[in-house]
């Protein structure tokens, strides 16, 4: 059975740092394109951050460029997203996802993902 636990987050004031996890079960992250997604009230579920199996490349939607930093710990089967410089607007859950191979082009379509984690909430406010 494949799992994907998401952890980390919480509520921090504006400017503040979190660091989520990903940690799975069930399947090897080696193999896998991790991507991670957040989902605001009221708005479409969106791309945040995703690395790649095959060479560790990492992507990032505009909006977190230069203030979240996606990682990975094969030997912990684990994927990080360090977030800094944290804004009101980057409040949702956010998810991680798993996509066999390498990323699809683009890397944030949503189906091209089979597994999901449940989520964590990420709330920004002071």
């Known amino acids: 059975q494949v799992q994907l636990v998401e952890s980390g987050g919480g509520l921090v004031q504006p400017g503040g740092s979190l660091r989520l996890s990903c940690a799975a079960s069930g399947i090897t992250l080696d193999y896998y394109t991790i991507g991670w997604f957040r989902q605001a009230p009221g708005k479409e579920r969106e791309g945040v951050s995703c690395i790649s199996s095959s060479d560790g490349s990492t992507y990032y939607a505009d909006s977190v460029k230069g203030r979240f930093t996606i990682s990975r710990d094969n030997a912990k089967n684990t994927v990080y997203l360090q977030m800094n410089s944290l804004k009101p607007e980057d409040t949702a859950v956010y998810y991680c996802?798993?996509?066999?191979?390498?990323?699809?082009?683009?890397?944030?379509?949503?189906?091209?993902?089979?597994?999901w984690g449940q989520g964590t909430q990420v709330t920004v406010s002071s």
């Open positions: 996802a798993a996509d066999l191979g390498s990323p699809s082009s683009p890397w944030s379509i949503i189906y091209e993902y089979e597994y």
